[in-house]
Nanobody, 119 residues
Framework: QLVQSGGGSVQPGGSLRLSCEGSGVPLDYYAVGWFRRAPGKEREAVACIGASTNYADSVKGRFTAVKDNSRNTVYLHLGSLKPEDTAEYYC?????????????????WGQGTQVTVSS
């Protein structure tokens, strides 16, 4: 399973770090994606770290995904946060070095963590 931590409330322009730890899931052999669901909206892909790292245009240059194999954890650093980044954030893992093209290809999902950006 994937265990998420981090998140919280921050003012616009602030930063947060989300963690996604593999419990029994060796993340060095998995592609790990990050998703978010804002209130009233569908879940959207934010980033994926595999053989390469991809970002949604809406977060490119502000968010950074990093994999720490020694801790079996993937981090998502959120910077220059905007109110529209407010959402429940999820990590997911798929047993491949290539990021999946569809959400249903992921094998494991984290429990989600809330990020709220507000002044």
């Amino acid at each position: 399973q994937l265990v998420q931590s981090g998140g919280g409330s921050v003012q616009p322009g602030g930063s947060l770090r989300l963690s996604c730890e593999g419990s029994g899931v060796p993340l060095d052999y998995y592609a790990v994606g990050w998703f978010r669901r804002a209130p009233g909206k569908e879940r959207e892909a934010v980033a994926c770290i595999g053989a390469s790292t991809n970002y949604a245009d809406s977060v490119k240059g502000r968010f950074t995904a990093v994999k720490d194999n020694s801790r079996n954890t993937v981090y998502l650093h959120l910077g220059s946060l905007k109110p529209e980044d407010t959402a429940e954030y999820y990590c997911a893992a798929e047993s491949s070095f290539t990021c999946p093209t569809k959400e249903d290809e992921y094998d494991f999902w984290g429990q989600g963590t809330q990020v709220t950006v507000s002044s």
